[in-house]
C-alpha cells in the first residue's frame, strides 16, 4: 500500500473547511453540527499530514484548535 502523501491530505482537509467556511450553501455557523461535522472531518486530515511532519498541517490544525 503507498504510503499517505502529506501534501494531499493537507488538501483533502482545506478543501473541506474551505467548503464549510463559506457556507457549503448556507449561512456557516460555527455551532451548528454541520460545521462540526465538517471540523471533525478537516482536523483528521489535518493530523495525519501533521503526523506526517508537514508543517502546514500542524499549522492548520493549530487554528482550528483556536476556532474550537
Known amino acids: 500500500m503507498a504510503e499517505p502523501n502529506p501534501e494531499e491530505l493537507f488538501d483533502q482537509g482545506?478543501?473541506?473547511l474551505d467548503f464549510a467556511v463559506s457556507g457549503?450553501?448556507?449561512a456557516?455557523?460555527?455551532d451548528s453540527l454541520e460545521a462540526k461535522k465538517y471540523?471533525?472531518?478537516?482536523?483528521e486530515y489535518f493530523e495525519k499530514a501533521c503526523n506526517l511532519n508537514y508543517a502546514k498541517g500542524c499549522?492548520?490544525?493549530g487554528?482550528?484548535?483556536e476556532i474550537w
Not at 471540523?39 to 482536523?43: G, L
Request: hydrophobic share 40%.
Open 14 to 16: 482545506k478543501e473541506i
Open 63 to 65: 487554528g482550528l484548535y
Open 24 to 26: 457549503g450553501g448556507g
Open 39 to 43: 471540523y471533525i472531518q478537516a482536523k
Open 59 to 61: 499549522v492548520s490544525l
Open 28 to 30: 456557516f455557523r460555527v
